[in-house]
């Protein structure tokens, strides 16, 4: 009887030992999955900035209805379209909306992604990683303290900023 018991004990323990472990490794696995839509929408406005992914700033007005297959929505002021289509590389971990600001060529690209529930401050960081040389301008809201918003400005040729903007579920990245 007393083998049994031990022996009960033993896999009681061991079990125990393996739900704490689980717990944290869960919660670490958990805290990654959560941040990587910040660490893509990171990736995707500095893909855009630095023109390593199409559409970016400068592209023109056919090349980018072209690229888009014509999914392009228009009112009186702004032409839309699905984040997944126009970046299908960002489709896995981002949706939303792209406005694009079409003159000619393209002058300022909006995306504006709902259901986004990572930290902003994530994204910061990352812009700051990707770009040694962006210069990060927070700008603070006391009436509405879950709101972050800051810009980055690039310091390259072109003068290329990225301002942000996050609120609780949701994002929204200018690049000009």
Request: glycine content about 6%; proline content about 3%.
């Given at each position: 009887m007393r083998n049994i018991s031990?022996?009960?004990?033993?896999?009681?323990?061991?079990a125990s030992l393996l739900l704490v472990v689980g717990a944290f490794v869960t919660r670490d696995a958990r805290a990654r999955y959560d941040s990587y839509p910040a660490h893509a929408l990171a990736d995707l406005a500095m893909g855009i900035a630095r023109c390593s992914v199409h559409p970016c700033l400068g592209d023109d007005e056919e090349g980018v209805t072209e690229f888009l297959l014509?999914?392009?929505?228009?009112?009186?002021?702004?032409?839309?379209?699905?984040?997944?289509?126009?970046?299908?590389?960002?489709?896995?971990?981002?949706?939303g909306i792209v406005v694009w600001s079409l003159d000619d060529e393209l002058d300022d690209i909006y995306l504006h992604l709902t259901g986004f529930h990572a930290p902003g401050s994530i994204v910061m960081n990352e812009l700051v990683r990707a770009h040694?040389?962006?210069?990060?301008?927070?700008?603070?809201?006391?009436d509405a303290p879950s709101l972050l918003v800051f810009e980055c400005d690039l310091d390259?040729?072109?003068?290329?900023?990225?301002?942000?903007?996050?609120?609780?579920?949701?994002a929204s990245i200018n690049i000009y």
């Amino acid at each position: 009887m007393r083998n049994i018991s031990r022996r009960s004990l033993s896999v009681a323990a061991a079990a125990s030992l393996l739900l704490v472990v689980g717990a944290f490794v869960t919660r670490d696995a958990r805290a990654r999955y959560d941040s990587y839509p910040a660490h893509a929408l990171a990736d995707l406005a500095m893909g855009i900035a630095r023109c390593s992914v199409h559409p970016c700033l400068g592209d023109d007005e056919e090349g980018v209805t072209e690229f888009l297959l014509g999914r392009i929505l228009e009112n009186d002021c702004d032409e839309f379209s699905d984040l997944r289509v126009a970046y299908p590389g960002a489709a896995a971990s981002l949706k939303g909306i792209v406005v694009w600001s079409l003159d000619d060529e393209l002058d300022d690209i909006y995306l504006h992604l709902t259901g986004f529930h990572a930290p902003g401050s994530i994204v910061m960081n990352e812009l700051v990683r990707a770009h040694a040389d962006c210069t990060i301008e927070e700008e603070g809201e006391e009436d509405a303290p879950s709101l972050l918003v800051f810009e980055c400005d690039l310091d390259d040729e072109d003068g290329t900023t990225i301002e942000a903007a996050f609120a609780p579920g949701l994002a929204s990245i200018n690049i000009y």
